[in-house]
Antibody
Framework: QVQLQESGPGLLKPSETLSLTCTVSGDSLNDFYWNWIRQPAGKGPQWIGRIHTSGRSSYSPSLKSRVMMSIDTSKNQFSLQLTSVTAADTAVYYC??????????WGQGMSVTVAS | QSALTQPASVSGSPGQSITITCTGSSRDIGGYNYVSWYQQHPGKGPRLIIYEVSLRPSGVSDRFSGSKSDNTASLTISGLQTEDEAQYYCLSYATGSLYVFGPGTTVSVL
């Protein structure tokens, strides 16, 4: 059974860069799409973007100018970078894998707070 | 601002059936058969219950079913149970290799 685990700093200051890594166990990264999704407290999820093991990626238009994703199949990891964070980026961040065009496997989520 | 719309809340009695709608446009729901639905209980992460409009992942009860007509997708929960009380979100693939979530619907079991 595939498992995903997010890691990274939980507290950032405004204008800093958020860097999160998702480590996948129980299966290889090959031939799947891997997503980042966030959910502010009390609100619905927001899709941030996805990356394929081929390196193809796509991002939410509202975040595209600040987002970069990468993937390292040798480490079974993929990563998210979000630049120039503000309080509005405070959320639980999930990494997740697709099942067809649905998102079937989710990490447990990582709380990220942006505060001065 | 979500490009998809869902009713804020839907309620029903145990044993009844309820339907949650998710309305978009030809650029998302209407253009692709790639709508998925998620159940989220308080303090938990989202759980996939329907993908590609009507497919159920392994382990999901057949009380959950999905359909689509034009720009509107629907999730039906039959034989409503107290454990079905949760938030439900739709997610649609959209033009440009994007995904967009609906704002969510609170399901209450009376």
């Amino acid at each position: 059974q595939v498992q995903l685990q997010e890691s990274g700093p939980g507290l950032l200051k405004p204008s800093e860069t958020l860097s999160l890594t998702c480590t996948v166990s129980g299966d290889s990264l090959n031939d799947f799409y891997w997503n980042w999704i966030r959910q502010p407290a009390g609100k619905g999820p927001q899709w941030i973007g996805r990356i394929h093991t081929s390196g193809r990626s796509s991002y939410s238009p509202s975040l595209k100018s600040r987002v970069m994703m990468s993937i390292d199949t040798s480490k079974n990891q993929f990563s998210l970078q979000l630049t120039s964070v503000t309080a509005a980026d405070t959320a639980v961040y999930y990494c997740a894998r697709n099942l067809g065009f649905g998102v079937s496997h989710w990490g447990q989520g990582m709380s990220v707070t942006v505060a001065s | 601002q979500s490009a998809l719309t869902q009713p804020a809340s839907v309620s029903g009695s145990p044993g009844q059936s309820i339907t949650i709608t998710c309305t978009g446009s030809s650029r998302d729901i209407g253009g692709y058969n790639y709508v998925s639905w998620y159940q989220q209980h308080p303090g938990k992460g989202p759980r996939l219950i329907i993908y590609e409009v009507s497919l159920r992942p392994s382990g999901v009860s057949d009380r959950f079913s999905g359909s689509k007509s034009d720009n509107t997708a629907s999730l039906t929960i039959s034989g409503l149970q107290t454990e079905d009380e949760a938030q439900y979100y739709c997610l649609s693939y959209a033009t440009g290799s994007l995904y967009v979530f609906g704002p969510g619907t609170t399901v209450s079991v009376l």
